[in-house]
């Protein structure tokens, strides 16, 4: 069986195929290498992995995704290029929506067009609920908010709402993902993935904070904190979420057409202080950091509700916050040398 993982040879990406190249005949990256850090990710592959097949290209591109499914034929498609930055989808729209939409609308219609039905797995976000302006957050204490009413997080019941260009070209492809098992009988699963962490992450201000805040203080820089550093995440390490993966494919028959939240969960929330507070452990440094202004359409607070994914698989994560962010610390610091 061969294995397709569309941007391969981002964060998640790199670490899925590491995870499956052994399940598979061939592992093939399609990648068009545009996010910083892709480059150091895919030369680690190319060492690691015998069986890996790279292509470069984008998944907006139809003739090239038609090309590779017509070339490999696939057991199983992890579907996780996309644009990443809600920042980047207002500044530049279009180019937002022929990654997110078009692009995951592509994978689908190519497997359908070459005959085939492979298990198809979708890496939404939790943007399709858009602002949730109407959830009442408090503040629990003097470093967190949290949820008045949601104190198992928010649940796939809440109402979708994208919000963002970014929230309606990943909400797109969610929703076509979907439907492809609906009408066409396809064996897709969507997971709403909230913060996600951990090896091979080269965060930035705009996308993978919890490795940006890390390199930063490991570089010594200073950290800006938009708002008040009481807003808080459910962060999961990236070898839970791969650990899910893996779940869902094997047990496609359960999942198949269904979408879940998946995240850290209500014991893995942390906010953007404490977190300064265990970096601060980590490192025996003070951290450099000050604040300035809310961005638009920050989240003062998002917990996932995990109880669906975990009732359904079976799953739910091993790695608490502290020991999935010294374990990424560690990481890092084993490859300083190739930090920016
Ligand atoms: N990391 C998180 O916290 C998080 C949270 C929610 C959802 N997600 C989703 O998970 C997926 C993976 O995210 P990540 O954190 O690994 O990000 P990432 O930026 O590290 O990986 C995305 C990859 O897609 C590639 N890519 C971008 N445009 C492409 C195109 N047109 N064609 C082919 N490849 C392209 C990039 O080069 C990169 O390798 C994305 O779909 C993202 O929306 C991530």
């Known amino acids: 069986m061969n294995i397709l993982v569309t941007g391969g040879a981002g964060f998640i990406g790199t670490n899925t195929v590491e995870r499956f190249a052994k399940k598979a005949e061939k592992i093939v990256v399609l990648d068009d290498l545009s996010r910083k850090g892709t480059m150091t990710n895919l030369t680690y592959l190319k060492e690691n992995i015998k069986n890996l097949v790279f292509v470069k290209g984008s998944v907006a591109d139809f003739d090239k995704v038609l090309s590779v499914y017509k070339k490999y034929r696939f057991g199983i498609v992890f579907h996780l290029a996309a644009q990443v930055a809600v920042t980047t989808s207002v500044t530049d729209p279009r180019t937002d929506f022929e990654v997110n939409a078009l692009g995951a609308f592509n994978m689908l219609e190519g497997a359908r067009l070459t005959g ?30 949290g949820y008045r009413d949601f104190p198992k997080g928010i649940s796939e019941d809440f109402p979708l709402d994208f ?16 439907d492809y098992a ?14 996600i962490y951990g090896d091979h992450q080269w965060g930035n201000e705009d996308q993978g904070w919890v490795a940006h805040f890390l390199i930063s203080a490991i570089k010594g820089r200073k950290i800006s904190i938009y708002g008040d550093g009481l807003q808080v995440r459910d962060i999961l390490y990236v070898r839970d979420l791969v650990d899910l993966y893996e779940a869902a494919v094997c047990d496609i028959g359960k999942v198949s057409g269904k ?21 601060e452990d980590l490192t025996g440094k ?18 996932s509700n995990i109880a669906k ?6 799953w739910e994560p091993k790695y608490g916050k502290k020991r999935g962010i010294a374990k990424l610390y560690g990481w890092l610091i084993d490859n300083k040398g190739k930090l920016k």
């Open 163 to 178: 919000h963002s260009p970014y929230g309606c070209s990943k909400g797109t492809g969610d929703q076509y993902f979907i």
């Open 259 to 279: 979408a879940f939240n998946v995240g850290g969960g209500p014991g893995n929330v942390i906010s953007l202080l404490e977190f300064l507070d265990i970096l």
């Open 286 to 303: 003070k951290v450099k950091y000050s604040f300035g202004k809310w961005r638009p359409g920050d989240q003062k607070a998002y917990i």
């Open 116 to 145: 085939q039905k492979p298990v198809m797995l979708y890496s939404s976000t939790n943007k399709v609920y858009g602002g949730m302006e109407e959830v009442a957050i408090i503040k629990k204490d003097k470093k967190h908010y």
């Open 309 to 314: 994914v975990k009732r359904t698989l079976g």
């Open 182 to 195: 609906r009408i066409y009988g396809f064996k897709t699963v969507v997971f709403r993935q909230s913060c």
